[in-house]
């Protein structure tokens, strides 16, 4: 596997669900993010790690719960969403000092 | 308040025509602008970018112009190619962020090529 990659691919849960999202980087990144993509808006930022420690909460509902393990891996831990939370979900990374992050495909979440 | 704006959400171009999309931004503290193509199903690819010292980067049939007294920028495409059709995002970087930083981007504007 090379670049970001995100798991799954497509998710639809229950409001009372709990379901979480995962990122893996194989690109030796340093810092890591979760962006929001909904529909006619442009991508929000919702977290950053860096260097494991998170760096950038951006008043994100604690419905959302992000965790970083390590360098390589992201997760988004997801509990009593609701549906205007359905939205495409993009991890991705990058390396200090250098500004181009990097994107996985995505996770598109439709929450009922 | 949205601080990138792209103001064109859809753009279509003849193959081999030249296209420009363009990007208005607020925050004068920005000092690093990248450009995005997206394809459906698929995130976002890095295509180019500039920093606020210049007012031109080239990258083969890409380039991207940074007018900073009108905090304007835009991206050349020519000659154009059907395989170009893609969501094209404009994205900008605060000064002072170094590791780890956000990201400020523009809704996209879609662009179609025709043959």
């Known amino acids: 596997e090379t670049g970001v990659t995100q798991t799954p691919r497509h998710l639809v849960m229950g409001m009372t669900n709990k379901k979480s999202l995962k990122c893996e980087q194989h690109?030796?990144?340093?810092?890591m993010y979760w962006y929001k993509q909904s529909a006619k808006k442009p991508l929000e930022l919702m977290f950053v790690?860096?260097?494991?420690?998170?760096?950038e909460n951006n008043s994100v509902p604690s419905r959302f719960s992000p965790e970083c393990p390590n360098s390589s891996h992201l997760f988004l831990h997801l509990h009593t969403l609701q549906p205007e939370d359905s939205a495409l979900y993009l991890c991705?990374?990058?390396?200090?000092?250098?500004?181009?992050?990097?994107f996985g495909p995505g996770t598109r979440l439709t929450v009922l | 308040d949205q601080q990138v704006k792209q103001n064109s959400p859809s753009l279509s171009v003849q193959e081999g025509r030249i296209s420009i999309l363009n990007c208005d931004y607020t925050?004068?503290?920005?000092?690093?602008f990248l450009w995005y193509k997206k394809y459906p199903a698929e995130g976002p690819t890095f295509l180019i970018s500039?920093?606020?010292?210049?007012d031109k980067n080239e990258d083969g049939r890409f380039t991207v112009f940074l007018n900073k007294s009108a905090k304007h920028l835009s991206l050349h495409i020519v000659p154009s190619q059907p395989g170009d059709s893609a969501v094209y995002f404009c994205?900008?970087?605060?000064?002072?962020?170094?590791?780890?930083?956000?990201?400020?981007f523009g809704k996209g504007t879609s662009l179609l090529v025709t043959p």
């Open positions: 991705a990374s990058s390396q200090p000092a250098y500004h181009e992050q990097f």
């Open positions: 690109l030796g990144h340093n810092a």
């Open positions: 790690y860096n260097f494991k420690e998170q760096t």
């Open positions: 925050n004068s503290m920005f000092d690093y």
């Open positions: 500039i920093s606020s010292i210049k």
């Open positions: 994205a900008a970087k605060e000064r002072g962020s170094n590791s780890g930083y956000a990201l400020n």
